[in-house]
């Protein structure tokens, strides 16, 4: 049974970093594509970046770029995303996310927030 488990969020200040993590299991892991969204309050699910395969090409939305990086460890079958420079606007549920069309699963999430 395929299975996407996230850790690693938390409370943060504002202009702090956290590294989220995603552990695979139940499937082959470096067959899939690998994205993270977040969801924050009131709000639609959105993708914050997406990383391919073999890691070897990586995209992200706009907003994040340069602040948020997405990457992988086929050997481990873990996703990470590194965030730095948080702004109180990052607080949202972040989410694992794996894709070999037709199949895709999710993780539960990692709540992040950032406050002082």
């Known amino acids: 049974q395929a299975r996407l488990v996230e850790s690693g969020g938390g409370l943060v200040q504002p202009g702090g970093s956290l590294r989220l993590s995603c552990a695979a299991s139940?499937?082959?892991?470096?067959?899939?594509?690998m994205s993270w969204y977040r969801q924050a309050p009131g709000k639609e699910r959105e993708l914050v970046a997406t990383?391919?395969?073999?890691?070897?090409?990586?995209n992200g939305a706009d907003s994040m770029k340069g602040r948020f990086t997405i990457s992988r460890d086929n050997a481990k079958n873990t996703l990470y995303l590194q965030l730095i420079s948080l702004k109180p606007e990052d607080t949202a549920i972040y989410y694992c996310?794996?894709?070999?069309?037709?199949?895709?699963?999710w993780g539960q999430g990692t709540q992040v927030t950032v406050s002082s």
């Open positions: 990383i391919s395969r073999s890691g070897g090409m990586t």
């Open positions: 139940g499937f082959t892991f470096n067959n899939y594509a």
């Open positions: 996310h794996a894709r070999l069309w037709p199949w895709e699963y």
